[in-house]
């Protein structure tokens, strides 16, 4: 626990001006952002009594190690960079809005030349609309098969529209007329966009014009005592009455707007937002954060609004946010969000009325999001404590590991063998800090051997971070001798004043091994050369779920029922996940590869120019130099090196289908490791042998 009067800054230091300022940890990590109007009289607030600050600013104080600012013109560009800052470095003690779920969205996508209606999920494109979220994607689908009745539009995946337009036959809903199949020119690019144009309208709310424009064609279909088509006509108004009937009219002025409300107590609060778009409701969503900070409503509903419209521009911010309490001040985030717009945005609480009535509903929505996350949350909570004591309490620990690396070695028959750091820090994982490993100290299998070497690099780096920024005792030595890792490959991609983590600075308490006591035992010795003996090792044996330590001649064996053995194989489990993934990766990039690899200067480009031009790679070494200088972007030059090289590099043998023994004809541009096609039932089909 450090004390903020050793980082307090001078008297006067402080320049008296909005700007953005970080709390760094002892491990330069940054842990808290923050704006001010004056930064002088904000930082001062921090460093005042501690037994008079709020608990959890308390806590944050007392974790930080220094603190830096950054003067700024005004309190816009304030919000601006806070924001900025807030999404690159993840601060702990901030602020964050966690989405219950990834919300759906119903997309179409007219960026491509036949736009598609379907589902989406995650961060928006450049060029799709979106009309959303929803809670559920059933309702998304629901809704699409109404209104393809009257707007037929595709909404098929590509490789279903191109092998219809191969065969000339439509999918089902070509058949029965829900989509315009324009995949066999029913309908020309430009009237389908148009029916996606049409669709996008009717969506954002512009749904009398097409409903008195089909009543109108219902009307003369029946006047021509053309009944048929009257009633089709009739059906089709009925579809889109139904999806209307789905989204109430909720404001009676076809108002575009968003109403945010906070439901919250002393640790927690929950937003819900409606997004209401011509008077109907046309999305929701929600989000629970803990108050890691002391926080006022106006600052929740601040700190929402730049999750919500901090990627945003345009339509997607709509001219009325609706609020239960305005940021202090306001101008700067009305400014910031009239600047996402384009226009004038109107941020404001309801007083009166149909949109008071509306957010008194999102507000009891929120109520029951917070109890609801309340009643989850407990169990969880109160679950992982559990497991972590017990963890601590099976190990002889002093106290619980609230940081867990685990490690896995993969390969398979002794080839691309890889290994996998996996972390969960407070039992949840942090997919963030996981990495993965080459083998590269010998060739072959030796599981043992190998967990020795990833150890070993592993807590190298993390030595060689300690040593750079300056915490080592008198009497240690820096990290040197073989195998230790390059410290520039680290400044390379983290510098030192950058705040996010480094990828090797932060000792866990425990450290995992997927295995038994002989890979316990060179965990333990790694960490014993490099003269670090202040976390624990221990290994969780497949066979019997046994948990070993360095040592002892019998394992620790944890009650079946246990939450700290379930959390170890939850930990072990997703290490294995992690590194056959990785070697399978590999393994399949190194079946890809092909003797054209091996020409220098030869890229991509004109790798595909040859395999087209000639067929097949076969054919290509057959070729005379004359005729690869015939493909377009080969010289003479390049065409002598392509034809040296391939002569150098061996035909693998044919490939054959093993069921029936017929040798199998190369298809252009198939290649197995030797640039021929690959044999049925190579290496990368048998399963069983990943390690």
């Known amino acids: 626990m450090a004390d903020p009067s050793s980082y307090r800054p001078k008297p006067g230091e402080i320049p008296d001006s909005p700007g953005v300022y970080r709390f760094r940890d002892e491990h330069r990590r940054v842990i808290y952002v923050g704006k001010a109007k004056s930064l002088r009289q904000r930082l001062a607030n921090y460093f005042q009594d501690l037994a008079g600050l709020h608990p959890r600013t308390r806590s944050m104080v007392t974790t930080a190690a220094s603190v830096e600012w950054t003067v700024v013109s005004t309190e816009v560009e304030a919000l601006q960079l806070e924001y900025s800052w807030i999404k690159e470095y993840d601060p702990r003690f901030n602020v964050k809005y966690r989405d219950d779920k990834s919300y759906p969205y119903l997309a179409v996508t007219m960026n491509e030349e036949y736009p598609r209606v379907q589902v989406m999920r995650g961060h928006k494109k450049k060029g799709v609309r979106y009309f959303g979220p929803y809670a559920h994607a059933w309702a998304i689908r629901d809704t699409v098969d109404l209104l393809l009745r009257v707007f037929p539009v595709r ?5 279903v529209f191109k092998n219809a337009a191969r065969t000339g036959r439509p999918c089902l809903l070509g058949y029965i007329g829900k989509c315009s199949a324009p995949c066999v020119d029913r309908v020309s690019a430009e009237e389908h966009r148009e029916l996606a144009d049409e669709f996008c309208d009717f969506m954002t709310g512009r749904t009398n014009t097409y409903i008195r424009r089909l009543e109108k064609q219902m009307a ?8 048929e088509r009257a009633a089709r006509l009739r059906d089709d108004i009925g579809a889109l009455k139904k999806a209307m009937e ?22 927690e609060a929950a937003v819900q937002i409606f997004h209401v778009r011509g008077g109907r409701v046309r999305g929701q969503r929600g989000w629970v954060t803990d108050k890691v900070e002391e926080i006022t ?21 709509p001219k009325e946010v ?58 969880d909570l109160t679950t992982r404590s559990r497991a972590l004591e017990e963890i601590a309490d099976a190990l002889d620990l002093d106290s619980a590991p609230l940081r867990i690396e685990c490690y896995d070695i993969s390969h398979l028959q002794g080839d691309d063998v890889v290994a996998s750091m996996v972390v969960f820090e407070d039992g949840l994982a942090r997919k963030s800090e996981y990495r993965r490993f080459q083998i590269k100290g010998f060739a072959g299998q030796d599981d043992v051997r190998s967990m020795h070497e990833v150890i070993t690099r592993r807590f190298r780096r993390y030595l060689a971070e300690k040593e750079k920024t300056g915490e080592w005792t008198e009497g240690e030595d820096a990290p040197d001798g073989p195998g230790t890792e390059s410290r520039e490959s680290t400044e ?8 996010r983590p480094k990828k090797f600075a932060y000792p866990p308490q425990l450290v995992v091994v997927d295995g038994g006591a002989p890979q316990v035992a060179a965990a333990r010795r790694a960490l014993d050369e490099l003269g670090i003996d202040d976390i624990a090792v221990c290994g969780l044996a497949k ?42 990766a590999k393994r399949s990039k190194r079946f890809r590869s092909s003797p054209l690899d091996d020409v220098p200067g030869l890229g991509d480009t004109r790798k595909q120019a040859l395999l087209k031009h000639f067929g097949s790679l076969k054919k290509v070494r057959s070729a005379t130099i004359d005729q690869i200088c015939e493909v377009p972007g080969i010289g003479r030059k390049t065409a002598e090196t392509i034809s040296a090289t391939l002569a150098r590099s061996a035909p693998a043998a044919p490939a054959v289908n093993t069921a029936t023994g017929e040798i199998m004809e190369e298809e252009p541009g198939t290649m197995g490791s030797s640039g021929e096609p690959m044999t049925m039932g190579a290496p990368d089909e048998r399963r069983g042998q990943e390690t």
């Open 246 to 267: 789905k989204n109430a009219v909720v404001l009676a002025d076809a108002t575009d707007a968003d109403l945010i409300a906070v439901a919250e107590d002393e640790l």
């Open 155 to 159: 909404t098929c995946s590509a490789g």
């Open 322 to 379: 609706l609020v239960p309490a305005l940021p202090d001040p306001v101008e700067p985030v009305q400014e910031w969000l009239t600047g996402r717009r384009g226009s004038g945005v109107s941020l404001r609480i309801p007083q009166r009325g149909d949109k008071k009535a509306l957010m008194e509903t999102v507000q009891r929505n929120a109520q029951q999001a917070l109890v609801l996350h309340k009643t989850k949350r407990a169990s």
């Open 492 to 499: 390379s991609t983290l510098t030192e004043d950058d705040g």
């Open 543 to 584: 066979r019997l779920e046994e948990v070993w330590l360095p040592g002892d001649d019998d394992p620790v064996v944890l009650p079946r029922t246990s939450e700290g053995l379930y959390l170890l194989q939850r930990v072990r489990d997703e290490a294995h996940r992690f590194a056959i993934t990785y070697q399978r």
């Open 297 to 317: 409503t106006g600052a929740l509903v601040e700190h929402a609004l730049q999750q919500l419209y901090g990627e945003e521009t345009g339509d997607a911010v």
């Open 220 to 227: 003369e279909a029946a006047d021509e005592m053309e009944y």
